[in-house]
Structures are given as C-alpha cells and as structure tokens.
C-alpha cells in the first residue's frame, strides 16, 4: 500500500510539474523499475476509469438499433422525403445506402472495446514510454546531455503523470468539449517530458526543448513526405490511366 | 486559493511576485483552474438541467433556440431564399417529433441518472476545456517570451498563466439571458490583461514587451491565414477566369 501511494505522489509530482519529484527519480536507485510500475498503473487507472465511464453512458442511453430505426422511419415520414424521392427517382436506393454506411458508424466508445483497452493499454503505454525515452535520451546525449538511460526513462516516466487527468473519465459523458482531455493530457505530458530531460541531464532551456520536440518535429515531417510522395505517385498513376484511356 | 484568486483579479504584483518563487506554482495554479472550473460548470450544469429536466422542456428549449436563430437568418439575408424557407417550415414539426421520440425512447436506467450523469460531466469538463486552452496560450506565449529574452521557467509561467481562468468566474453568470455573452467578452479581455501582466512577472519583462510576447504569434498566424485566403482567392479568380 505504502508503495502504491508513493507512486501516486510521483504521478501527481509528474502532473504538477514539481521538478523535485523529476529529481527524485533521476537520483533513485531503483528508478526505471519505479518508472515503469508507475506507466503500468497511471494507464491502468485511467482505462479502467473510462471503462467504469461508457459503462455509464451505454445504461443511461437507449438501444442504439432502436434510435437507428426511429431515425429512419421518422426521416422517411417527413414531407422532404418525400418531395426528394419524386423529383430525384434514384434518391430512395442512395438514402438507404448512406443510411446503411452510417449506421455502422459509431463515435461512442462500447464497454467492450473499453475492456479490450484496459488489457492493452498498460502494454502500449509501456512501448510509448520506452521508445520516447530512447528518442529523447538519443537526441538529449546529441545535445550534450550526460545522463544515463535508466535515468532518462526514469525521469521520463514521471511526465506520465499527466495521463492522471483522464481520471475524469470516470464520469460518465465527461469531456463536452471533444478533444480537450487529449490536449490538455498531450501538452502536460510534452511539458513534463521537457522538465524530465531538463533534470536528468542538466541541459540548457532551448536544448532540452530541441531534444524533446526534434523527435515528433521529425516525424511530422517524415509523414507529410511519406503522404506527398503517396498523394504524387497516385495522381502519376491516374493520369497514367487516364492518358491510356484518352489514346 | 482566495486570496490568489482576488490578487489575479486586482493584477496584485505581489501575489504575482510570490507564486513565481513558490516551488508548488504549478500546483497552485491548477487549484485556481479547478476552483474557478468547478464553479461555472456547476452553475451552467444546473442551468442546462432546469431548461432539460423533462423531455416537453428540452424540446420547448430547442424549439425556441431554433426559432430565435431562423429568424436572425431570414431577417440579416438581403435576399432569403424562399425554397429553403418553405421546405424548413414544411419540416419544422416532423423533425421536433422525432426529437420527443428520441429523447422519449426507453432506456436501461432511468431519465434522471442519465441527466444526473450530464450534470456531473458538465461540472468535470468546464476545469479540462479551461486547462487546455491555458496549456496551449502559455506554450506559446512561453515560447515567444524565450525567444525575445525572457529567463523565466517553464513551472513559473505555467503556474502564473492559470492566474488568467480567474475572470471566467463570470461565466457562471453566463445563463443569464442578454448579458451572457457580454460577460464572456469581459473576461476574455481581463484574462488576457492578466496573461500580459503574468508574462512581465515572469520573465521579468516591461509591459510593452510582455505585450509583443502575448500577441507576436496569433498575430503572425492571422496575417499568414489572410494571406493564404488572399492567395487560394487570387487562384479561383484565375482559374475561373479562364
């Protein structure tokens, strides 16, 4: 007990930004194991907050079938429908296909796919915190940082304490605003990364925000070639197709 | 928390001055946001539960939100389209009955746990969208200020940026028909006179410079945006033109 809660302190030390929870990490013995407990159970907490969450939702919601079909119906009685269908005789079969397509779209996350979550969540939050760590401990060394990795990934483990904020999930509709939670979680999460990588390896304001956001900038950038070299090869393509067809 | 709440409010230099030294800025700050977030979401989680608390009332509300909008569109049109306007009259009624049908439709747990549910949300999520939106100014304004010389850190402007959600108080007041929005923009403006104040603190700025600091980049960014705009404009004209 006394040490899950010493993981809590870390955790909210990570959301508060407290730079001695940061230091503490960076001179603890133990510190990636901490570190890594610490991922396991701030990702476990908030997914099985989300799960108690759309648990919530999906008994305070009507059958979604249900909704489906009174929409359906409903839109089919009104005088539009009607009036469309007669000027525009294909109309009918298109509604009926647009309605098929998103009826099987849903934004509203099922318990299930939340259960599923809580399994994999602490495995990928573990993979996200090894692989930032590695980037991050790789470019702070390039900037003249001298920490070892098992302090970078113990200090990094600490700015995951921002996750803690999706907690709030465990009211049911929470987050009115779409996106929000994301954002809020995201930036805390780069801000404490930011303060972690100050920390362990005692860089210099602008160093420390190079090696935490060179690597994301990177592959941003990696990923707006890939999509143009994909978006060129597919219009090349077209107009292959449609040259061919023009002779 | 009060007395950072009024010292934010009244742009006081020495609660300012003494949250920047505190090692716990951050911490102070999210309790503000908390405080200030729990405050205006219980109020408007309230409000919105008196004006939906049956199905016939939440319809009434929409009905009247509708109207109210229609007729602003009809009225500012020089030339409303009259097509648009029959076919919105001809649907008006169907489509409310659909509402009550939706709204009315059974569900595994009773009406009241699902609004009690709504109410709490509202109350939860007015503290992330306040967060969020701080996070992202202070980024920014941060960024700014270290580049036109600024010394101060991270945590310190963080935790003097929250300083900004106090006015937003008012927007507990904001279902108050007629002066809502108004209170809105006047906490805007106070927020932003805060942020500019909270920079100069922090980075130990003039005011002028904690100015540019706050407003360099939206404003890059806006003349960029028009210029884009004015670019995209130039190159329909010419394509049409053709």
Known sequence: ?247 | MMELFNGALTLNQNVMRGLREAPDAVRRGFMLILFVGLLVGTANGVSTLIQTATPAQAIQTAREQFDQQFKQVVLTSNNPDQTLIRLINANEAPFFTLFEMLLTLPTPLPRPVGQGFQLLATVVSTPISYLAGMLLTVAVIHLTARQLGGQGHLQQMVGLGSLAVAPHALDALAFIPGIGSTLGLVAWVWGLTILIAATAVVHRFDSLRATLAVFLYPLLLSMLGLLACCVLFAALMAVTGR
């Open chain 1, 1 to 247: 007990m006394a040490a899950l809660m010493t993981l809590l302190r870390l955790g909210l030390g990570g959301l508060f930004l407290d730079q001695r929870a940061f230091q503490a990490q960076r001179d603890a013995p133990g510190g990636v194991a901490r570190g890594a407990a610490l991922v396991t159970l701030v990702s476990l907490l908030v997914t099985v907050a989300a799960l108690l969450g759309n648990l919530g939702e999906s008994l305070t919601q009507p059958d979604p079938r249900l909704v489906s079909a009174t929409i359906h119906q409903s839109l089919k009685a009104m005088p539009w429908y009607a009036e469309t269908t007669a000027s525009l005789p294909t109309f009918a079969a298109d509604f009926e296909q647009v309605f098929t397509r998103l009826n099987s779209f849903s934004l509203t996350p099922s318990p299930q796919s939340s259960l599923l979550g809580v399994v994999t969540a602490p495995f990928l939050a573990l993979l996200g915190w090894l692989l930032t760590g590695t980037v991050v401990h790789g470019l702070a060394r390039a900037f003249g940082g001298s920490a070892r990795f098992g302090q970078t990934l113990a200090c990094t483990a600490v700015a995951s304490g921002a996750s803690l904020l999706g907690l709030v999930q465990i009211v049911p509709y929470a987050e009115m605003l779409p996106g929000t939670l994301f954002l809020a979680s995201a930036l805390l999460a780069l801000f404490g990364t930011y303060v972690a990588v100050r920390e362990a390896h005692g860089l210099s304001p602008w160093r420390s925000f190079w090696a935490v956001t060179l690597g994301p900038l990177l592959l941003t950038l990696l990923l707006l070639v890939l999509y143009c070299c994909f978006a060129f090869m597919l219009v090349s393509a077209l107009r292959s197709v449609g040259g061919g067809s023009g002779r």
